[in-house]
Every structure is written in C-alpha cells, then in structure tokens.
C-alpha cells in the first residue's frame, strides 16, 4: 500500500510493518505511488497537532478519527479495520516536509480504497496540512518529471481529514459524514 501520504512512504507495508496486499491498479494511483517513493523521508512533528496523549497521539484526536471510521462502518462504506498509525514513526517520517496531525490512522474504505484518517487540533490546522503536503507533493512529482501528477482527493468533516485513492469515493464518504469533497491540486 503506497499512497500519497508521508505515513506510507517507503516499501509498501500493511498492519503492522507486514508487507501490503496488493490492490486495484490503475493510472492514477501508480502516479501516486510513484510521487511516493519519490518523497521518502517527509515530516515536522508538533506544529499542527494537539496535546500528546500516550503513544505520542493526541486521545481526543484519536477519538476522533475511530468515530469517523466507526461512522463510515455505519453507512456500509468500509473501515471496519481501522488502524491507527505508529506515532513515532509519523513523527520520523514528516521530519522537516509536513506537520504532525494530532492522530493518523487508515482502513479500507469503499470498493477496497486505502482510506487515511487524520484529526487535527482545528479546521485551521486541517487546512494548513493538505495546503503543505499539496505543495510538497506537487513539487516533488515536478521533480521527477510526473507531470500528470495532479493531486490528490479528500474530504474534511470537521476536525478529521478523509484521503480517500479516488474522487469518487471522496464524493460518497463527504456525503456519508456530512462533510465536504475536495481536491488538491498542483495549481
């Protein structure tokens, strides 16, 4: 599982640093798998996250992202296996290119997509890290010559940002949480 998320970056790992299944190919998703590679070593921990609970994760941020997931579950949309990241090896990874959110995790949402799940301390700090990992990614693809590259979906339901592998699914989870779909793109 390789995504445009800093969190995954590297060899493709599952649960618990078990090596990923493999899952649905397609264009789209190989240009994020490649911008991935591509932006190995992302991370500035603190910054946009809340207090630190055990573990590193803020626990009402945590909160949060498990009922976002236990939501989802609720409207048929997957994430009955949520599983919130590591930490530590967030913090290592965003060292330097993005903020830490307040909690991070991921499941497997509609028709088998890598969800990621993430809560922020507010809306403010939300914004502010889809706004840096866009620009981070946007110019790491420029980097590579992945022109095609042109950001990424998600959804923000309050606090929580959804990163979903598609739009669509970005359309059906906004609406199944009340929140809304949008796209970063490379400007």
């Known amino acids: 599982m390789v995504v445009a998320s800093c969190a995954a970056v590297g060899p493709a790992r599952g649960r618990a640093g078990r090596p990923a299944a493999p899952r649905r190919a397609g264009r789209r998703r ?4 490649a911008v991935a590679l591509v932006a190995a070593g992302c991370a500035r921990p603190g910054g946009d996250g809340a207090a630190a609970g055990e573990g590193g994760w803020a626990p009402e941020a945590v909160a949060a992202i498990v009922a976002t997931a236990s939501g989802l579950a609720g409207a048929g949309l997957g994430c009955g296996d949520f599983d919130p990241y590591e930490y530590g090896r967030v913090a290592a990874e965003y060292e330097g290119s993005l903020p830490v959110p307040a909690a ?15 809560a922020f301390a507010d809306g ?6 889809v706004e840096e990992k866009a620009a981070f990614l946007c110019r790491r693809a420029r980097e590579a010559g992945l022109a095609a590259f042109g950001g990424f979906p998600y959804v923000e339901a309050g606090r929580v940002l959804v990163q979903p592998d598609t739009a669509p699914a970005a359309r059906r989870i906004a609406g199944a949480l009340g929140g809304r779909a949008a796209r970063a793109g490379c400007g």
């Open 124 to 129: 403010g700090a939300r914004r502010r890290f």
């Open 104 to 118: 991070m995790g991921e499941c497997t949402g509609p028709d088998g997509e890598h969800l990621e799940l993430a």
């Open 30 to 33: 190989a240009l994020i798998a």
